[in-house]
Every structure is written in C-alpha cells, then in structure tokens.
C-alpha cells in the first residue's frame, strides 16, 4: 500500500502560481512512478503531468506544459507540481498518483491496474 496526501491547493487569481506538493508514505517511494491528475465538476478525469520513478523524465498534458511543472524529491518521499499563469480553466481537485508500472505512450499516460490516489486538493483560479 501507498498513502498520498496533497496539501498546498487554494484560490488563486488568473496569472498567478501555486505549488502543490504530495507526500507518499508506505512502500518505496522511488520505485514508483509519479502522476498528477485533475478533474474538473462535471468532467472526467484527466492527466496533467507524470514525472518517471528516477525523476529522470516528465510528461505534460498539452494544456499545461510551459506553465507547470513537475519534480520530485525521493530523499523526502515528496513530488510537487509548480503551476505558474494559472487559468480559470485549470480550476479543479488535484490528485496524486503513484504508479510502479505507469508508462508513457504517443502523448498517453498509462496507469496500470495497481496504482494508489491522494485525497485531492481544490484549485479555484478566478478571472
């Protein structure tokens, strides 16, 4: 088992920056790969970004990439994600994954059938 708590979520205004961070405790933390979600009222689900178990390579949604940013800490158990010129679109609950067999296809990031998931936190960005 792996537990994830987010925590640094909030409101922001449109142009502005929050950092969010994820704890992990549980099984080894640098085996695992790192993902960040984010689901919107009344939508699905959707990646925003996934940084590999070595912190080696990132990947980003379409609609984020050049505005956040993911890293990770394995000495903390800690993987964050910088999110800089929010929009009012990118309002929704955050959540962190962690995935020891996620993989990264065509711009598609794979979890597979054993994955764990943080609570979530609220982003709210006003325009």
């Known amino acids: 088992q792996v537990q994830l708590v987010e925590s640094g979520g909030g409101l922001v205004q449109a142009g502005g920056s929050l950092r969010l961070s994820c704890a992990a405790s549980g099984r080894t933390f640098s085996n695992y790969a790192m993902g960040w979600f984010r689901q919107a009222p009344g939508k699905e689900r959707e990646f925003v970004a996934a940084?590999?178990?070595?912190?080696?390579?990132?990947f980003y949604a379409d609609a984020v990439k050049g505005r956040f940013t993911i890293s990770r800490d394995n000495a903390k158990n800690m993987v964050y994600l910088q999110m800089n010129n929010l929009k009012p679109e990118d309002t929704a609950v955050y959540y962190c994954?962690?995935?020891?067999?996620?993989?990264?296809?065509?711009?598609?990031?794979?979890?597979?059938?054993?994955?764990?998931w943080g609570q979530g936190t609220q982003v709210t960005v006003s325009s």
């Open positions: 940084i590999k178990n070595s912190g080696s390579s990132t």
């Open positions: 994954n962690a995935d020891q067999r996620a993989s990264y296809y065509s711009g598609t990031y794979y979890l597979s059938d054993s994955n764990y």
